[in-house]
């Protein structure tokens, strides 16, 4: 039996629920979701990676454009620094997991078994390109609407100047203002992926209790995410 070229309608229309925008052109948005991986085993499939060249020049527009008028008294310089932010690949890599575009993905066999679908990188790129795919189905204005609410915390993040301070601190900041002599805890629970492409998952504790976990294509980006998810759900509750 053959494999269905395009992801499940439930897990799409979920897809552009979370993105607010309803494609015209549905064959757009598969054609963003589809890996090089997947286009090499069924070539009439093309891949994304014409998209995802696309929706980095995209972004980058509108990214910048938002900075020039948000941040009046910044010179090129350190613009171009708070721009570089902003759109890395860990913090494309966060709006993927937002959308949860890894059980949307098109994978070939191999990535599918290398589990390509947490890969950072991979959901980087997809972002991109799901980017660009909103930008030709609808034009700038709709794509710079989907962007401009995604990045909406982060941008007023850099505009106060908070944006350096990471999510490792915070989370220590949050603890040490509950007393004590507390401190989280973090540790490398698994590792998966070749070794060209480890995927780790951490998890960060609190007097012995874990407190958050997360994944990332590093230690430390494991760790943020660990540290992220902890400030998200048991800061609000603990």
């Keep these: 039996m053959s494999r269905p070229l395009e992801p499940p309608a439930d897990l799409l229309d979920a897809l552009q629920n979370l993105l607010e925008h309803r ?3 549905r064959e757009l948005l598969i054609r963003a979701l589809t890996h090089p991986s997947f286009s090499n085993e069924y070539p009439k499939a093309p891949s994304n990676q014409r998209l995802e060249f696309l929706g980095d020049a995209v972004l980058g527009t509108v990214i910048a454009a938002d900075l020039f008028e948000r941040m009046p ?12 932010f902003l759109v890395c690949e860990e913090s494309l890599y966060e709006r993927a997991m937002e959308l949860q575009l890894g059980p949307c993905m098109l994978l070939g066999k191999g990535e599918k078994k290398s589990q390509g679908h947490k890969k950072a990188s991979l959901l980087a790129d997809a972002y991109e390109a799901v980017l660009a795919a909103v930008y030709l189905d609808a034009g700038f204005e709709a794509a710079q609407r989907v962007i401009l609410a995604a990045f909406e915390t982060s941008l007023n993040r850099v505009e106060k100047g908070t944006h350096s301070r990471d999510h490792k ?26 070794p060209h492409a480890r995927l780790f998952t951490a998890a960060v504790s609190v007097n012995e209790e874990v407190v958050g976990t997360g994944q990332g294509m590093s230690k ?12 998200d759900h048991w800061g609000t509750s603990a």
Excluded: H
């Design 23 to 25: 494609f015209n052109s």
């Design 73 to 84: 008294g910044r010179d090129e310089g350190a613009l171009s620094r708070v721009r570089s």
């Design 169 to 194: 601190t915070s989370l220590q900041e949050m603890v040490q203002a509950r007393g004590g002599d507390l401190r989280p805890v973090y540790a490398i629970i698994d590792t998966t992926g070749p």
């Design 220 to 231: 430390k980006a494991a760790q943020q995410t660990a540290a992220k998810n902890a400030i």
